[in-house]
């Protein structure tokens, strides 16, 4: 039931960036909106940054920690001043934390509650680590073996952590049954959402791929997300050595990563454009908009805020069957294949726009405008996810004290 009263909620993060931000930088700005303009609770979001810097504006705090950035990462930065983040936490107290990352800053909202027992601990699995992080990244470096037993090191280090949390939730069943054989159970299923309002298909521009220097008047494939290896962006540019020329297709890759000024470099005569993130969300809604198909080959993604924001603009869906893309891509919103199967890729391309992908673009944009929804998101959040924090954080601050009493009583006997 909701809390009837009003609480400071706090974000805590590594996975913040001002540009070429994911999901987790979308769920920042749009829970931000919802607490300001929904509720009466007031927000502390707390992310990395250049330098030390806080803003107040009313109901709203907004934090960054100096922190160095990611190597071979140009727009993300990870936070090791944790003195400087428990600094934040005990200036304004906050009665929820919610972490969305794995890496140090939720030891430092577990810590700073041993300290302060009132605090609520909520955990947002956004990333599945020990797979793409580790696992994968393991292997790749040191061979199979140790990747495995790297993985096994990260799914104790995923018990440990999530473990002492309040509650933790997911963004679905797969991942919440993933958790669960992790030996992580207080889980919540917490699907993300979409504006439909912003990405609509009556945003289309006919010329707006001009813009990007493409002409012709082909199908215009898009992609919005981080260009990097963990995304598989190179494998788009080898789909599209492989669709024939007398398509006349072309591909707008929306985003930054350390991938990008190579494949720019890469695809130089081809009809690709890599224009960056963009900060204007108008222009990535009218940029879904104009094209005919979205396309991505991540393998690993926990819910896909880009590919429901594509259908929501009425576009079909051509990705990989893995993660949660054959959740957010049913049968008949496009087609899945295997991954890093760029041939198979080329062809379902070629098989949703022969077809009818106006049709499946509509059925797209009914499926998510009925099930995907961030007032639905947040309010689900504030009135059940975080009441259920805070039962159970006062359940353990009774059991503690009637173990410390318990003590007492038995050094008395």
């Not at 302060?116 to 909520?122: K, S």
């Amino acid at each position: 039931m909701p809390v009837d009263r009003e609480l400071l909620i706090c974000d805590l993060t590594q996975s913040y960036a001002p540009r070429g931000g994911g999901g987790v930088s979308t769920y920042l700005r749009e829970k931000r909106r919802h607490i300001l303009q929904r509720t009466n609770h007031r927000i502390l979001q707390i992310v990395p940054g250049p330098e030390d810097r806080v803003v107040e504006d009313g109901r709203m705090i907004w934090v960054e920690v100096g922190a160095r950035q990611v190597r071979g990462s140009p727009n993300y930065r990870f936070i090791m001043r944790t003195k400087a983040v428990r600094e934040v936490l005990e200036r304004y107290r906050p009665d929820v934390i919610e972490s969305l990352c794995p890496w140090v800053l939720p030891w430092t909202a577990i810590n700073y509650r041993r300290a302060h027992p009132d605090t609520a601990l909520v955990a947002g699995y956004h990333t599945d680590f020990p797979n793409v992080h580790v696992h994968r990244v393991g292997s790749q470096m040191f061979g199979e073996t140790l990747g495995s037993a790297l993985r096994q090191i990260s799914i104790a280090y995923a018990r440990a952590t999530y473990g002492a949390f309040d509650r933790v939730y997911a963004l679905s069943n797969k991942v919440r049954e993933q958790l669960a054989g992790y030996g992580v159970d207080h889980v919540d299923v917490l699907s993300l959402g979409v504006d439909t309002e912003m990405f609509n298909p009556a945003r289309r521009d006919a010329h707006w791929r001009e813009r990007f220097g493409l002409s012709g008047n082909g199908p215009l494939l898009v992609y919005a997300g981080r260009i990097d290896n963990e995304k598989r962006a190179d494998r788009l540019v080898e789909m599209m050595r492989r669709l024939p020329r007398d398509l006349g297709a072309s591909l707008i890759m929306v985003g930054d990563g350390k991938l990008r000024e190579s494949l720019i470099a890469e695809t130089a005569g081809m009809p690709i454009a890599l224009p960056g993130f963009m900060d204007d969300r108008d222009a990535l809604a009218i940029t879904y908009a104009s094209s005919d198909l979205y396309v991505s080959a991540m393998a690993d993604e926990t819910f896909g805020i880009s590919v429901i924001e594509a259908q929501a603009s009425g576009l079909p869906v051509v990705g990989v069957a893995s993660g949660a893309m054959p959740a957010r891509v049913p049968a008949g919103l496009g087609l899945l294949g295997p991954v890093d199967d760029v041939d198979a890729m080329a062809a379902n391309v070629l098989a949703v726009l022969r077809g009818d992908p106006a049709a499946m673009g509509r059925a797209a944009r009914a499926h998510v405008s009925q099930q995907f929804n961030w007032e639905q998101t947040f309010s689900r959040l504030v009135s059940e996810v975080y009441p259920e924090a805070i039962a159970s954080a006062a359940w353990r601050r009774r059991r503690s004290g009637a173990g410390l009493v318990a003590g007492l009583l038995q050094g008395a006997a």
